[in-house]
Structure formats: structure tokens, C-alpha cells
């Protein structure tokens, strides 16, 4: 009965592993399961406290996992953490060094699939989470928690997309260290989007247009505090599902007076 009191410690190493390897993850579940989440810390603080004088080897265990999730924490809030954080500035300079890799991202996407569809996918934990088509008979999505691995190849055929095209383009993505992209075929008229840092309920991302932006097109995005216009074909894009859902107007002011977009 007593290793029942390890349960929390064993939730807390696992949530901190998770939003290790993937903040967004991390923070959905920390949220979704906030009433787990909070009585799991607040057992795991009283465990720890009683267990202090180690009198026992369970005891023992109980201070040293503790003092590991303590460490454990320490460590990704102070090198983990900042990794994920994003900002304008931190995707204009990593767009100024990768703008080629991101070139051949987008068209190795637009040669791989078929005229009149679309294709969206993420990747989580280095493989595909979500993946979603459209062509000109149907919409059909796949997700990993619901769908078997087999799905994925009828998408795929619906599009004219091989299994080699995929693996090429997750390839270009992971070089990028980036975790998502979003294209419709053609896309004249729609951005690209490249998912660039997901952390916490946060995303930032890329949109590419195929030709410069009209004077309404970028009086919107100027408008728009989810968006920083970079240049006339690159836009930049902060969204959140919860907490700040656009850059600060303090950021955003800030970039656009050190960098002028057109």
C-alpha cells in the first residue's frame, strides 16, 4: 500500500520528461489534466517533507526522487526551457541563415503532391501526430492517438504523395528544426505555413507567400498582432491557446522599427 505515495513523484518525472521532449505536449496535458497535475504536487511536497528524516529505505527512495524531480525541474527551467522560448527576433535571424532550407522544404512539398490538394502534418516526438489531406473527392485526416499506422498510406494516396516524398520531407523539417507544414496546391493564393517552436500551449510559425503581398494583404498583417510582416513573401506568426494568443505590441513595434519589411 505504501508504494501508492510513489504515484505522484512517478507523475511529476513523467510530465517534466514529456514537456522535456515537447513543451506543447507537456503543456496539454499539464492543462487538460490540471486536476491531477496540482494535487500530484501538492502530494508529492507533503511526501517529500515527511520523508525527510529518511528513517527508513522507503523513506529514502521518497527523498531521492524527490530531490531528482527538484533537479530534474531546475535543469529544464534553466537550459530545456529557454530552447523552446521563441520570439520575432530569434525566427528572423534563424529564417536569414536557413531561407535556402526552407526554399527546398516548400518545393519538395509542391513537387510531391498532386494539383487541387493540400496537405498538413505535425510531428511529435520524431514521428507524424497528425496528418490531414485534401483532394478533389474527400478530406481525411489521421491522427495517431485514433487511427492505425495503416491510414496514413490511404492519405497518402489520395494525394499522390510516396512513401519516399514523406520521408524526405520530414528529413527537411527535422534538419530545419522544425515540427510542422501546412501547404495547399497551389497555393497562388495561400501561405505555406512552417511550424517553427511549439512550447507550452504556444506556436510560432512561418508563412510563405508564393508572390509579393498586396497593399490590403499587408495592411491586415501590420493590423494583426498575431503576425510580424518580415518581408513581402515571409510572414511571421504567433498563436496560443491559452495565455498570450499574439506577440506583444511591445515586440512587435520593436521589430518593425529595426527591421522595415518593404
Not at 537550459?79 to 521563441?86: A, G, H, L, T
Not at 513537387?111 to 490538394?117: G, K, R, Y
Not at 485514433?146 to 520530414?170: F, V, Y
Not at 527537411?172 to 512552417?194: E, F, T
Amino acid at each position: 500500500m505504501k508504494w501508492l505515495f510513489l504515484i505522484p513523484l512517478l507523475y511529476i518525472t513523467a510530465l517534466i520528461a514529456t514537456s522535456w521532449m515537447n513543451a506543447f505536449v507537456g503543456g496539454v496535458l499539464a492543462f487538460a489534466f490540471f486536476w491531477l497535475t496540482i494535487p500530484a504536487i501538492i502530494l508529492s511536497i507533503y511526501i517529500f517533507i515527511k520523508s525527510i528524516r529518511c528513517s527508513t529505505v522507503f523513506q529514502r527512495i521518497i527523498v531521492g526522487w524527490g530531490i531528482f524531480n527538484i533537479l530534474f525541474f531546475l535543469v529544464f527551467t534553466w537550459y530545456r526551457f529557454p530552447q523552446q522560448q521563441c520570439s520575432a527576433d530569434i525566427m528572423a535571424e534563424y529564417y536569414e541563415n536557413h531561407a535556402k532550407d526552407f526554399d527546398d522544404l516548400i518545393q519538395s512539398v509542391d513537387e510531391a503532391i498532386n494539383d487541387s490538394t493540400s496537405i498538413s502534418f505535425d510531428i511529435d516526438f520524431g514521428k507524424i501526430s497528425r496528418f490531414s489531406v485534401t483532394s478533389k473527392k474527400d478530406t481525411l485526416t489521421y491522427d495517431s492517438f485514433i487511427h492505425p499506422k495503416q491510414r496514413i498510406d490511404t492519405l497518402m494516396d489520395a494525394i499522390g504523395l510516396t512513401d519516399s516524398e514523406l520521408q524526405n520531407i520530414c528529413t527537411l523539417l527535422k534538419d530545419l528544426d522544425c515540427s510542422g507544414i501546412h501547404m495547399n496546391k497551389p497555393y497562388l493564393d495561400d501561405s505555406v505555413v512552417v511550424v517553427f517552436r511549439s512550447y507550452g500551449l504556444s506556436t510560432n510559425a512561418f508563412l510563405f507567400f508564393y508572390r509579393p503581398l498586396t497593399q490590403d494583404e499587408k495592411n491586415k498583417f501590420m493590423c494583426d498582432d498575431r503576425f510580424i510582416p518580415y518581408n513581402e513573401k515571409v510572414i511571421l506568426r504567433h498563436t496560443a491557446t491559452v495565455g498570450a494568443e499574439t506577440f506583444s505590441k511591445e515586440e512587435k513595434d520593436a521589430f518593425l522599427k529595426n527591421h522595415k519589411p518593404w
